[in-house]
């Protein structure tokens, strides 16, 4: 029918120009509407339009005028830093995070509040709520969402965590719907790993790229990957668990069930296991630290079998994915530059020499409370849900 297609083009045009406008923001910061109109290639008045419309609805900022050399002064415009806000959590095994941020992805680092893990989920979301209210409490701005990342399979189809071994009262949970019916907010439960990728690629070193990946090697070892352009999370949200990857068939039991997997011996994780049972008894990730740290030579068997192990991770990443960018997170295992480097003068044995060649590895520039609100910000600015976990 064509009065039906004359009404839906305006309509599109619209979403689209204003997409293009946040996209360019989200990746160069605060413009004059000038210098956007440069980058998106649009009219004055396309620009002005769109601009104002995201104005009146939050999603922007004017800023006060900047006084040029020569010519008018202009106003910028930028995300909205203090008008709309999300919140962040952040479930980690011993801690929780909750964080506040702009819709420009800048922390509020002076309104962050950590707490132990409580051992209910009842209690996780009581805790969190008690937070969450206090943070808003002194943030400026009206809240638009919450995302909460979990180190965690996500299942995107049933929305809900599949199992986490490390902390299984989150087992067919969705804490990000359960807080965020008492906020009256809308919540996005995320997997870590996909979080952190789209948070590199928004606030982080990867700003402008659409072929990406991180490899999180902190307590299980995951994979975000962004090909293309897209997230890539298979049927329902689970692609990309290169962790449980068998590299020793008669290896020591995984949390999965099976033997020998990948994640058993490249994490942080696997570090901290090895080096308790060298010192002879179990021990806490800061325990580890600092024994690695006085006397490196004690645990020099250890570290090289876990950068055995980290170069097959990051060379199978590099040979499947063929990233521009491929970024490390660890807390342990790269704190010392000089264990990353080892670990990537092996991948050379390992990768295709075309697809390294193309592949800038290094440290991840985000973190986990950066990820936590980067998927409900996406959301919020372009209006759809992320069809990923
Ligand atoms: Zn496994």
Redesign the pocket.
Known sequence: MPGSKLRIEPTLLRRINERRLIEALQQHGPQSRATLRRLVGMTAPTVSKAVDSLISRGLLEELDPVRPAVGRPGKLVRMAHRSAIVLGVLIDVETCTVVVAGLDGKIEDSLTRRMPTPNSYAGLIEALEHHGRATLGEAPGAPQGIGVVVNALVNHRTDEVVCCANLPILDQRNPAIDLGQRFGLRGRLIKGTTALCLSERSHGAARGHDDIAVLDMTTGLGLGVIAGGAVVAGHSGMAGEI??VTVDPNGMR?????RG?L??LATDAALVRMIGRRIGRGIRFDEAKDALSADPAAFAEDVAVVTEHVAIAIAAVVNLFNPTNLFVHSELFAADPGRLADALDRVKRRALTGSLASCTIARSTTTKEQASISAIIHEITHGVRLAVG
């Open positions: 962790g449980h995984c949390g999965c069930g099976n997997c994640e058993t």
